[in-house]
């Protein structure tokens, strides 16, 4: 099974950098992904690592430390529309790799 | 089209109803995705469908049936619900794994809210 944790409240000023951890524990590891929520829509793909390092797109940046289980998504220049919910997912072996677990999710606030 | 569509968008339902919830996708994806999400919950998987056949049950009550009916749609038959199954229930496809250059990531339908009276 799988153990993710997350904070789950940030809050940050516009304009600002925010970063967001994840730490899991699995018992088989496939890729490890970030998705924004907005309330009451549904989650959006953001990023994906399944090598140690970082993934860099735009104002997002994804790391992945695989033998720490340890993950981060790198948020820069902070705008109000970032408010959201942020869930860290594990992608295991299961049923052919296709199972995804989320972590609780981390409420973003993004303060003027 | 990279859109997953689900209808209803709300429904409300009595415990001893049967009805159906829908997803459709378009983009050649192989495999498809039932959660539940509960308010300020993370989404939870219910079943995977690769290839039009059940991989994954995540030990869901009988009263939630998945149907893989070709490989653009997926249903999700309800019958003799209980409250607390009202959630945001979401759909999702992704390319069917191994054998994708890519990350396989899962895109999400917009949900049907689901009310159990």
């Known amino acids: 099974g799988q153990n993710i944790d997350q904070p789950t409240e940030m809050t940050a000023t516009e304009g600002a950098i925010v970063q967001i951890n994840c730490t899991y524990q699995?018992?088989?590891?496939?890729?490890l992904f970030w998705y924004q929520q907005h309330a009451g829509e549904a989650p959006t793909f953001l990023s994906y690592n399944v090598l140690d390092g970082l993934e860099e797109k735009g104002r997002f940046s994804s790391f992945l430390s695989r033998s720490k289980g340890y993950s981060y998504l790198l948020l820069k220049e902070l705008q109000m529309k970032d408010s959201a919910s942020y869930l860290c997912?594990?992608?295991?072996?299961?049923?052919?790799?296709?199972?995804?677990?989320f972590g609780t999710g981390t409420q973003l606030k993004v303060e003027l | 089209d990279t859109e997953v569509t689900q209808t209803p968008k709300h429904l409300v339902m009595g415990m001893t109803n049967k009805k159906s919830l829908k997803c459709e996708q378009h983009?050649?994806?192989?495999?498809m995705y039932w959660y539940k999400q509960k308010a300020k919950k993370p989404p939870e998987l219910m079943f995977v469908y690769s290839y039009e056949k059940l991989s994954i049950n995540e030990s869901v009550p009988s009263r939630f049936s998945p149907e893989c009916p070709n490989s653009s749609l997926l249903n999700l038959h309800l019958h003799a619900l209980q409250p607390e199954d009202s959630a945001l229930y979401l759909c999702a496809s992704s390319q069917e794994l191994p054998g994708t250059s890519g990350s396989g990531e899962q895109f999400f339908g917009p949900g049907t809210r689901l009310t159990v009276l």
């Open positions: 699995t018992s088989g590891f496939n890729g």
């Open positions: 983009m050649g994806h192989r495999a």
């Open positions: 997912a594990v992608r295991d072996f299961t049923g052919g790799g296709n199972k995804l677990t």
